[in-house]
């Protein structure tokens, strides 16, 4: 495991910490009722898995302690931050700033869009997961949506080659 690995685990440990604790203080509404499995509600359930998270990123298998496989347990912890709203996600932001840790607050869409192509599996993926909601909520239009599905299509193109 590098010194650059130990780092970025222990970051990403922290940011892990925030959201289970911002997950108790500030427990999105649609969380409360909901239930996963009989015996487990959706933030018992979300804080298992950011703990099992937690625990692979600090104590990785030695074939897992790289930056390559680190980047997919960021990705995963911060998928709902980046894209959720709501004042558990503020909360988040706010205490990942305070606490100075080295992750910011992106718009992903804004940028795909913007560029005109999706560049990686993590965008494509975000692309896929969001552009449902997205439209529901009115936070890409029409013409936005069509140009997604075209950058859908010309990066599975690309994959395929």
Not at 28 to 35: I, K, L, R
Not at 102 to 111: D, G, I, Q
Request: charged fraction near 35%; glycine fraction near 2%; proline fraction near 4%.
């Amino acid at each position: 495991m590098t010194e650059k690995y130990k780092i970025a685990s222990e970051n990403l440990a922290r940011a892990i910490d925030i959201s289970i604790d911002v997950i108790q203080k500030f427990p999105p509404e649609e969380w409360v009722e909901h239930y996963v499995t009989k015996d487990k509600n959706q933030i018992t359930h979300f804080i298992d898995l950011k703990r099992e998270c937690k625990e692979n990123a600090l104590k990785p298998e030695p074939r897992f302690a790289n930056m390559q496989s680190l980047k997919y347990a960021i990705e995963d912890v911060f998928t709902y931050f980046q894209e959720g709203h709501g004042k558990f996600v503020e909360e988040f932001w706010k205490e990942i700033k305070t606490q100075n840790l080295p992750y910011k607050r992106e718009n992903k869409m804004a940028k795909i869009l913007k560029r005109k192509k999706i560049n990686s599996i993590h965008e494509y993926d975000f692309v896929i997961d969001v552009i449902v909601p997205y439209q529901q909520e009115e936070l890409v239009n029409k013409e936005e949506v069509a140009l997604l599905n075209d950058l859908i299509s010309e990066f599975e193109n690309r994959k395929k080659k």
